[in-house]
């Protein structure tokens, strides 16, 4: 039997919902005799409890908003038990997201002080903000949310009724996609639905497609969104190809009953998986589309918090991390195994963790129950239908097995071990970067001109230093990245220093209906400089605020 644990804040939920927690309840118990079925044994555990915290070797929570409470609370719970899925049950005003620093603050427009996430619950590393000690990803987890400030629990009842009816599908239901770009982003998007799908035609580019969808245009299973997002709002924004038109190109109230069953959503947009109280004086009404895609069945949702970032015309930052998600789905995997392989693949195919790769790793997060396998595994169709992985994400490993399903085989626990294992060794392989503040004059002055050669106004500077890995890489890539030719060189010491520069893109306004308008949301780029051997600066990444 394969084990999950529902954790949650019993004392919360009974807060938000009073008499009617007891449908929260009933739904629950509804969701362990339907796993119980398929050869699951699931437990909830209550943090605010003092007994069952005690049972589990932790202190019961009771600043229910506090992320380090929360956080040793569910360390010690999975330690307690070491279950295949870990299902958080709520939304942030039942288990808070984590509070890990955002590495860009300070990059002007990116005003994130945290890059919100539940990545340190997937962890075994003890509480912290830096995003850095969570390199090392081992656990299966996924989020269940109810809405944000509700008082009726009918959106939960009906999400958690979702995880207990789910039939895992032939891998034909998968093949098909919908996928929405950006003009401007979308040969980047092409390179994604590429190395998913191993093709890339019938993208929808906004401007001018969506908003008002067909039913038959959304009955893809698979989708996948490269467009612009904004905290606190019910749609995403296309862009044509110079960034003086934004129009809608996905909203709540325009995709409501029509999200096929089963659906399972690979979103790069900023703020998409956002879970914002609707309603107030800085959100929307509506709740947010990640939620209208759970609400209509949908079996997953994989997305970002706050601002996410991505080339324009390679595959950078949030167009990896989504992409892995959805291979590993397509192969059979249970959506919490597609998520943990996905940021172990993406700190994997980092040369070194710039501090975008540091924010992408931390917010981007999968909602919906971990244990749900969309796809049927283990039969041939899978592997036939599935894009051969390019890169890294191809290469022979039997973590990449996919995990079979329902029943327990007698390689999962081999697999599992596989994969705790390979998320520590990943992270001792890796540099990252940290910010060392203020630079001199001439480095910033250097680093401008780089981004001015580049055609992009430079502006704000902030300059990094390099972490050398714990363990010397195996990858050519990765020792290049280091400096060196070999590992019988020496790992160079810090200072190794990269910058980071703002550049702002030459804006024109578009003309709307006889009224003149700005573009509406981020047009701004951030570029990665590095000083080349010869002590020259050049541009080697430039990546757009989504």
């Known amino acids: 039997m394969r084990t999950k644990f529902i954790v949650t804040n019993v ?20 969701l362990i005799d339907a796993d119980a079925a398929r050869a699951i044994t699931s437990t909830v555990w209550d943090v605010s409890s003092t007994a069952r915290m ?20 569910i360390d010690a719970i999975f330690q307690h038990g070491q279950p295949d899925y870990l299902m958080i049950l709520g939304s942030v005003d039942v288990i808070p997201h984590q509070d890990l620093a955002n590495p860009l603050l300070g990059i002007d427009d990116d005003l994130d002080e945290f890059a919100w996430g539940d990545l340190p619950y997937a962890c075994e590393h003890p509480y912290s903000t830096d995003v850095k000690d969570f ?24 999400v958690l009724g ?23 982003w979308q040969e980047s998007t092409k390179l994604s639905i590429e190395r998913i799908f191993g093709r890339n035609k019938n993208i929808h580019i906004s401007p001018t497609a969506g908003p008002r969808w067909n039913n038959g245009e959304l009955d893809p299973l698979p ?44 979103v790069e947009c900023c703020y998409g998986a956002e879970l914002y109280k609707p309603g107030t004086s800085t959100s929307d009404k509506e709740h947010g589309i990640c939620q209208e895609y759970l609400h209509g069945e949908a079996y ?62 931390a917010q981007f997060n999968l909602l919906g129950d971990p244990s749900v396998h969309p796809v049927q595994a283990g039969s041939k169709a899978t592997k036939k239908t599935m894009a051969k992985p390019k890169g890294m994400l191809g290469m022979k490993s039997a973590v990449h097995v996919a995990e079979a399903q329902p029943a327990l085989d007698d390689g999962h626990r081999t697999r599992r071990a596989q994969l705790a294992k390979r998320g520590p060794r990943i992270a001792a392989e890796t540099a990252a970067v940290r910010a060392i503040g203020i630079v001199n004059s001439d480095e910033a002055d250097r680093a401008r001109a780089a981004v001015e050669e580049h055609g992009g106004n430079a502006t704000r500077v902030v300059a990094y230093e390099m972490i050398p890995p714990a363990v010397l890489p195996k990858s050519k890539a990765k020792l290049k990245a280091l400096g060196m030719a ?61």
């Open 11 to 30: 004392s919360r939920l009974k807060a938000k919902y009073g008499t009617k927690y007891s449908r929260v309840e009933k739904a629950i118990q509804q």
């Open 54 to 73: 005690k049972e589990a070797g932790g202190t019961k929570v009771t600043r229910s908003r506090d992320p380090q409470q929360n956080k040793d609370a």
């Open 135 to 158: 390199r090392a990803t081992t656990r299966v987890v996924g989020r269940v949310p109810d809405l944000t400030g509700a008082k009726d629990p009918k959106h939960l009842v009906k």
């Open 162 to 184: 979702v995880a207990a009816t789910w039939v895992p599908l032939a891998p034909k239901h998968y093949d098909d996609y919908f996928a929405l770009s950006t003009e401007s």
């Open 223 to 266: 989708h996948f969104i490269n467009c612009h997002g904004d905290t606190g709002r019910m749609m995403f924004w296309g862009e044509n190809a110079d960034a003086t038109d934004q129009p809608e190109s996905h909203r709540t109230t325009l995709v409501r009953n029509k999200i096929g069953r089963g659906t399972v959503a690979a």
């Open 300 to 361: 997953a949702f994989f997305g970002s918090t706050t601002i996410a970032y991505g080339p324009a015309n390679e595959m950078e930052a949030a167009d990896i991390i989504c992409a892995a998600f959805l291979q590993h789905v397509r192969a059979g995997d249970s959506t919490g195994l597609a998520a943990l392989k996905a940021r172990q693949d993406f700190v994997k195919e980092a040369k070194r963790l710039s501090a975008i790769e540091q924010k992408t790793l």
């Open 486 to 546: 070999s590992t019988n060189e020496a790992v160079p010491a810090p200072p190794m220093r990269t910058y980071l520069v703002r550049a702002e893109r030459p804006k024109t306004s578009v003309e709307n209906k006889g009224k003149t308008k700005p573009p509406r949301l981020n047009t701004y780029s951030v570029c990665v400089v590095e000083e080349q051997r010869n002590g020259t600066m050049k541009v080697v990444q430039e990546l757009f605020a989504k």
